[in-house]
């Protein structure tokens, strides 16, 4: 799937503004941490997503404490 389609199909809009602790098309990330804390972890449910707040990268859980990196907001 294109990078375009995936942020339709995630409700976030890659160019789109919006406010403070809202959600865009009802979609909202709470796990919103450095990169490293999330790299670091455990316990987490298969497809929970978090937001790297230094490298505004998205990355989405296996559910066996392995995260892939799947969107870089930025590149």
Do not use: E, H, K
Request: with cysteine; proline share 3%; net charge negative.
């Amino acid at each position: 799937m294109p990078i375009s389609g995936l942020s339709t199909g995630l409700g976030i809009g890659l160019t789109r503004s919006v406010p403070a602790g809202a959600a865009a098309g009802g979609f909202n990330i709470d796990i919103q941490l450095t990169q490293a804390a999330i790299l670091l972890r455990a316990g987490d449910d298969a497809g929970t997503i978090a937001f790297a707040t230094d490298t505004f990268n998205y990355l989405v859980c296996d559910g066996n404490d392995n995260w892939a990196i799947t969107l870089d907001v930025y590149s």
